[in-house]
């Protein structure tokens, strides 16, 4: 099993940054395809970004070349660093991990789900 929890969220303002932790407990996240999903009001839960065991690294086009996923093995941690962010980012922010090929977790069908950090994005 592999707990996940998610932190960093919060309200800030449309161009600010935020960076979001993921830290897992009970396995080695180095086994493991990370992953970022988040859901808004009223909208299914979407595909973010993700970063695989060799650090190879995806994103959705709506978040490319604002957003950057990264992991730290030896921390047992996933990052996401958000900038320039806007007001259609708000959502809840999910952390996912998938034993399986990163494929699978960009599908929306990792083996393990965190509980969620809210990001808030005023204008």
């Known amino acids: 099993q592999v707990q996940l929890v998610e932190s960093g969220g919060g309200l800030v303002q449309t161009g600010d940054s935020l960076r979001l932790s993921c830290a897992a407990s009970?396995?080695?996240?180095?086994?493991?395809?990370m992953g970022w999903f988040r859901q808004a009001p009223g909208k299914d839960r979407e595909f973010v970004a993700a970063?695989?065991?060799?650090?190879?690294?995806y994103y959705a086009d709506s978040v490319k070349g604002r957003f950057t996923v990264s992991r730290d093995n030896a921390q047992n941690t996933m990052f996401l660093q958000m900038n320039s962010l806007n007001t259609e980012d708000t959502a809840v922010y999910y952390c996912a991990a998938d034993g399986g090929p990163t494929t699978s977790l960009r599908r929306g069908q990792p083996d393990y789900w965190g509980q969620g950090t809210q990001v808030t994005v005023s204008s």
């Open positions: 970063v695989s065991r060799k650090s190879a690294t």
């Open positions: 009970g396995r080695s996240i180095s086994n493991y395809a």
